[in-house]
């Protein structure tokens, strides 16, 4: 069982930004893939970014070029730094990660971009 709680959200202005973080409760080198999705009420979740054990990092085009996926593994922690935040950001932000054809989830923490 792997357990994901995510921080960092919160309110904040257009152009600004926030970082998330998400704890995991096992070594992250062993899952295959960590990563952020998104919902925003009334739509689907979608994939906003990702990164590999290897360290390859993956994103949604509407986010390129803003985000920042990384992660800390002597802390078994992976972040998103999210910059030059519009609007259409506002979501709720969900960790999740996979192992051996298993994904997980954390609850989520919300992001409010204020126009």
């Known amino acids: 069982q792997v357990q994901l709680v995510e921080s960092g959200g919160g309110l904040v202005q257009a152009g600004g930004s926030l970082r998330l973080s998400c704890a995991a409760s096992?070594?992250?080198?062993?899952?295959?893939?960590m990563g952020w999705s998104r919902q925003a009420p009334g739509k689907q979740r979608e994939l906003v970014a990702n990164?590999?054990?290897?360290?390859?990092?993956n994103y949604v085009d509407s986010v390129k070029g803003r985000f920042t996926i990384s992660r800390a593994i002597g802390k078994n922690t992976v972040y998103l730094q999210m910059n030059s935040l519009k609007p259409e950001d506002t979501a709720v932000y969900y960790c999740a990660a996979s192992k051996i054809a298993t994904v997980y989830w954390g609850r989520g923490t919300q992001v409010t971009v204020s126009p």
């Open positions: 990164i590999t054990r290897d360290g390859i990092t």
């Open positions: 096992v070594n992250i080198f062993t899952l295959e893939n």
